[in-house]
């Protein structure tokens, strides 16, 4: 394969922070490739210098003549947002090409899963999936050599996700895409780039096997680290020795062979094996339990993003302390805004009282999938002081102990990356201590390592949580509860198993039944499974077994019996059925 993009010793740095040094790389026709490295560690950085956006401080990057590079970036830019999809679309381009290839956008809009009936939808209306499927359909109108995407795979559903997937898989554009989506990385990917430690390590390989073949080399470094270390302590007391001896006797033999020794310690020091330092980075959180009855109650209220123009109704929802809520529903259907709604009622004490009463004790806290509150030029540490109104010497604490260093306090939050600032508001959160979270797609930006931490985090914590995240896995660890926005109404499930079965059947063109009775607490609405045929009860089987596997592997603290026991139940029922 011809090599369209080479990378020589390149690096960068940001004030009083390096990203990478030396790095090299060459990115050829049909590859298919994806970036993974922790918050902060420079992937968004990487692909600004690729596409001509940003420049090394050193190295050089060479491409073939011409080379036609198109980026997706990790956010939708405020200009398209008041646009419709067919024109933010189009946005940047000239008139000619417009109308004459004016069916060429319709045509990729589809092929990534829109209808015609969205064309005409303001940007602002779609939701955070189909906000990202815009953002490569533009990419593809530019007519790519080179595609560079910057988390592409961040807020899609299950259906969006399949669409990015299939177009991955099919498209004869040579790609490089940044991700934290294990899943996605395994399932498109034949090359997986490590950026840490300031060096780029490459694998042609997906992501897992990457990733094994990594530690195996991390753990051959520390083998022959630790031998080395061996030798430089020994060598330095035999070099201590000889010299104490040269002084002692005046012989100047002994002596000369203590500089020497000494000089071979130098040298081994210089050369040692360089052994990962890790990203330093730490998640964690701070919350309080409420003693109370009730946490909020909600009844008769209708769920709008335009005035007057219901999404969905509540008929009667109570969630009670400790609660870990998971809401459940298809791209567009008013998850976000249902969110938005709580946090207004909570935020400006709307005077609706009869329809949603929070417990007058409850402390919220508020995770916004846009990460719109860090979209300012102050600092991070004045930022913190703005959020939380904690003591500096809190705000510098929580600070080192999230990995952020002294030097980078004063960096602006509205350059973080997408992670460094999803880390940023949950350091908010470990300072504020609140007992009721409201979290909107929190794991978007975070990395492979933060999400565990996160999931640790919550499963932990002594508050509420109403979640929504399109991380089936995420969500299958971390909720006790699953409400799910279907058809008009809020429906309360027993497991998640319906919703994802209806995103399949919806895959496939067929409509999945649904029922609904009020439960006996009449806090909620519950629905009846429809029935699976034998290829999706399999695919179920094979879900649950790696539920079970992975949680019997967690620490036993947080792993879930009930959950396994529901599990197991489950995987022999419908086994039964199968066999039946």
């Known amino acids: 394969m011809s090599v369209l993009l080479q990378c020589i010793d390149l690096s960068y740095s940001r004030p009083h922070k390096s990203l990478f040094q ?41 491409t073939v003549r011409q080379l036609r590079i198109a980026l997706v970036e990790q956010f939708v830019p405020d200009v398209l947002s008041p646009l419709s999809l067919l024109d933010a679309a189009w946005m940047g381009f000239s008139e000619e090409q417009r109308w004459s290839e004016s069916y060429q956008a319709e045509a990729i809009l589809q092929q990534l899963g829109f209808t015609t009936s969205q064309l005409t939808t303001p940007v602002h209306g779609l939701s955070g999936g189909e906000q990202n499927l815009l953002l490569i ?28 997937q299939s177009f991955l898989a099919q498209t ?49 470094a520390e083998r022959t680290r630790t031998s080395e270390e061996r030798e430089i302590d020994r060598l330095k007391a035999s070099a201590k020795r000889l010299a104490t001896w040269g002084r002692v006797y005046d012989n100047e ?34 919350s309080r339990a409420l003693a109370a009855k009730q946490v909020l109650y909600v009844t008769r209220l209708p769920v709008c993003a335009v005035p007057e123009q219901p999404l969905y109704h509540i008929d009667e929802l109570i969630i009670r ?34 329809r949603l009463r929070f417990n007058p004790n409850v402390t919220l806290g508020f995770y916004d999938q846009q990460l719109e509150m860090l979209q300012t030029p102050i600092s991070r540490f004045d930022w913190l002081r703005q959020q939380t109104h904690n003591s500096e010497d809190d705000l510098k604490r929580v600070l080192i102990q999230s990995g952020v260093p002294f030097a980078d ?41 933060g999400k565990e931490e996160l999931e640790e985090e919550l499963i932990s ?19 006790t509860r699953w409400l799910w926005i279907h058809q008009g109404q809020l429906l309360e499930l027993t497991s998640p198993t319906p919703f994802y079965q209806s995103l399949m059947q919806s895959r496939a063109g067929s409509t999945p039944e649904a029922k609904s009775v009020r439960s006996t607490s009449a806090s909620s609405l519950t629905a009846v499974e429809p029935h699976m045929d034998p290829d999706v009860m399999l695919a179920r089987i ?22 396994q026991q529901q599990w197991r139940a489950e995987i022999d029922r419908l086994w039964q059925q199968l066999e039946g």
């Open 172 to 220: 004869q554009v040579p790609w490089l895409m940044v991700s934290h989506d294990r899943a996605l990385l395994n399932a498109v990917c034949s090359r997986t780039l490590f950026l840490r430690d300031e060096s780029l390590y490459a694998f042609d390989l997906s992501y897992d096997q990457a990733k094994v073949e990594l530690q195996h080399q991390d753990e051959a």
């Open 253 to 286: 033999d002994l002596a000369r062979k203590a500089k020497s020794m000494e000089k071979r310690v130098d040298k081994l020091e210089t050369d040692r094996t360089f052994v990962t330092r890790g990203s330093g980075l730490r998640l964690s959180l701070a």
């Open 137 to 164: 359909a533009r990419a593809l109108l530019q007519n790519p050599q080179l595609l560079l995407m910057d988390e592409p795979g961040n807020h899609l559903d299950i259906q969006a996700m399949s669409q990015l």
């Open 409 to 449: 306090f004063q960096q602006p939050v509205d350059q973080l990356s997408g992670g460094e600032k999803a880390r940023m508001m949950f350091m908010r959160f470990r300072l504020s201590q609140p007992n009721f979270l409201i979290l909107d797609e929190p794991t978007n930006h975070i990395d492979l390592e």
């Open 542 to 563: 094979d879900q649950l077994e790696s539920l079970l596997k992975a949680d019997v592997a967690r620490k036993p603290k947080f792993q879930k019996p009930a959950k």
């Open 461 to 479: 914590s002594a508050a509420t949580l109403v979640i929504t995240s399109h991380d089936r896995e995420f969500i299958n660890r971390i909720a």
């Open 321 to 354: 302390p400790g609660e870990r809520i998971a809401l459940l529903g298809a791209n567009g259907v008013g998850k976000s805004t249902t969110l938005n709604l709580l946090r207004q009622h909570y935020a400006q004490g709307l005077p609706d009282p009869q």
């Open 22 to 62: 030396q790095i090299n790389l060459s990115i050829h026709d049909g590859d298919r490739m994806g970036l993974v490295g922790h918050n902060g560690s420079g992937k968004s950085t990487l692909l600004h210098l690729l596409a001509g956006i940003e420049t090394p401080d050193a190295g050089e990057i060479r």
